[in-house]
């Protein structure tokens, strides 16, 4: 279902009929479901300290769609397309600008560039959403991947969102594709935010990939007004575990362009872990952790890592003790929101 877009929009507006349907009230204040594809004119703040690429992605694309971030893994874009094209979007500058897919030429590059680096052992395959894709498409991904490595082992981990706003993609054969072409080494990572999210479909969706023996691991993202509450996250979390999936990550927002009035304060995060750990087993604990928005990689948030705030910034450190810096929202989300 496409809704009415804006021609000053750069991320399209669009989500799909079952997820729509999900929603129970279409004023994204008051339904959860509803605030994360309707958009607002909360979008059109953009703070000093946003851009179009948070993560400094372009920084580490050595070929077209493929991002070298971590020197063992690698992310490969290979669909711009969304079945739901969530508000709070990190990777908006490239998301939905088009309808292509990755084109046969770049798919060779990127297998070639894997083929040619023996330190990489996972590629992650996102987007968009690769499962936008039809099944030959993304059995030829896996097969291209595969065929540039030889006998080296890859594993792949398949991000989408699909189970959760269209579940009906997830079929047996899709499942069966993907574990024989990624010769059993499919992960999916998917996307819960909350609780109203987890339905019958979406169980029986999550059923179809764990029998076919395809772990799944889920990435929340903590988001303002809508699961930045204990009694959310924790139905959410001990919820993934009965359908067997595991939560991985709640990410604290990144400095996207027009994401402001979604994002929490670190100490809000902080302090929800905290509840979380007095409440779950630590089956059902995600690592709370946010990608620095200097281009600086993935964190753990911890009372540890977290440092305090000076001059507006909460000082962080990443795992070899460097200081970065993420801004301190508080005040002006309020200002957003008001």
């Known amino acids: 279902m496409k809704l009415p877009s804006r021609v000053d929009e750069k991320l399209p507006e669009g989500v799909s009929r079952y997820y729509a349907s999900l929603a129970e009230s279409l004023d994204p204040e008051k339904d959860p479901i509803a605030a994360q594809f309707?958009?607002?004119?909360?979008?059109?703040?953009?703070?000093?300290?946003?851009?179009s690429d948070p993560l400094e992605e372009a920084r580490y694309m050595p070929v077209p769609r493929l991002i070298h971030r971590y020197p063992n893994?690698?992310?490969?874009?290979?669909?711009?397309?969304?079945a739901t094209y969530c508000r709070h979007c990190f990777r908006r500058h490239f998301t939905g600008q088009s309808d292509g897919q990755i084109r046969s030429q770049d798919l060779a590059r990127a297998a070639a560039y894997v083929g040619a680096h023996s330190e990489i052992d996972e590629?992650?395959?996102?987007?968009?959403d690769p499962l936008m894709l039809d099944d030959a498409r993304l059995v030829d991904i896996l097969d291209s991947m595969n065929a540039a490595v030889g006998i080296r082992p890859l594993v792949f981990r398949i991000a989408t969102r699909m189970p959760v706003v269209m579940p009906a993609r997830i079929t047996q054969a899709l499942a069966k594709r993907m574990r024989e072409h990624g010769q059993g080494r499919v992960w999916i990572v998917t996307q819960v935010n909350h609780p109203r999210e987890m339905t019958s479909a979406f169980a029986a969706a999550m059923t179809c990939l764990?029998?076919?023996g395809i772990p799944v691991l889920n990435q929340t993202v903590l988001l303002r007004g809508i699961n930045d509450d204990l009694d959310v996250l924790t139905e959410l979390f001990s919820g993934l575990l009965r359908v067997r999936v595991k939560p991985y990550y709640l990410f604290q927002g990144d400095l996207a362009a027009g994401t402001s009035h979604f994002r929490t304060t670190i100490d809000a995060g902080l302090d929800l872990?905290?509840?979380?750990r007095d409440r779950l087993s630590g089956m059902a604990m995600p690592t709370y952790a946010v990608d620095l928005p200097d281009g600086g990689g993935k964190i753990a948030l911890t009372r540890a890592t977290v440092r305090g705030v000076e001059d507006g910034y909460y000082i962080?450190?990443?795992?070899n003790g460097r200081q970065h810096r993420y801004p301190y929202e508080d005040r002006l989300a309020d200002a957003v929101m008001g």
């Open 38 to 51: 309707m958009r607002t004119d909360a979008e059109d703040h953009v703070l000093p300290h946003e851009c």
């Open 73 to 82: 893994r690698v992310l490969l874009l290979a669909c711009e397309r969304c």
């Open 123 to 128: 590629v992650l395959i996102s987007g968009g």
């Open 210 to 212: 764990v029998d076919q």
């Open 273 to 276: 872990m905290d509840g979380l």
């Open 316 to 319: 962080l450190l990443d795992r």
